[in-house]
């Protein structure tokens, strides 16, 4: 038992799960290459809700051309929205994409917040209580930094009815939903809340409380 531990220890390894992503990737596109891929139909992100419960927009901002060009999403959302009664606000990014396979894909918060200066100082993962839902959703939570303003960030990939936090994971069930449903559509969902006084703890908070009230209807504008 312990030769064979070590003969299949890498199997758990960083190299092996790239390495199988990879394989998997190929498996896909030589699956796919025959048939034209599902496209499901999606509600349009600029008729989502400005009021949501205690939430109200307080403003919807146009993505720059040169972002979007850079981006190359199907579809956008960026808002603000605030709770007046509490004194708190949040912002809201959205971007979804109908297919991966023609090299659109979601851009990493991960990599694009230290690319605008925006540098981690913590990161995890938040277990969020969903009303409704039997079990909470997972999101990725990232305190980052730009000279003295900090910020609290989480975000998630969502795709058929998924919430995925770990960008390993949204690669396989990429595959695998590629291969089982000929489907590749996603969409990324990052929210921002403007740390006060160094406190992560308020701002964390009012980030959970956000996405409770946002996160029921936005399932009704992304496929399932």
Known sequence: MPAANGAFGFLGGKPARVLTVLLLAQLAGVFAVSRKELVPLARPLDQFPAVLGDWAMVEDAAVEKDVM?????????????????KQRGASLFIAYFKSQRAG???HSPKNCLPGS??????????????A???EPI??????VAKGEDQSVVLYWYQSRNRTIASEY???LYLVADAIRYNRTDTALVRVVVPVNRDETAPATDTATAFVQAFFTPLRQYLPR
Request: hydrophobic content about 40%; glycine content about 6%; overall charge positive.
């Open 104 to 106: 659109q894909a979601p």
């Open 138 to 143: 997972r999101v990725n939570r990232y305190v």
């Open 132 to 134: 409704g839902q039997a």
């Open 169 to 171: 994971r949204a690669k």
């Open 69 to 85: 060009d850079v981006l190359r999403a199907d579809d956008v959302l960026s808002r603000t929205y605030a709770d007046p009664v």
């Open 117 to 130: 200066g925006w540098m981690p100082s913590e990161s995890g993962v938040l277990a969020i209580p969903i």
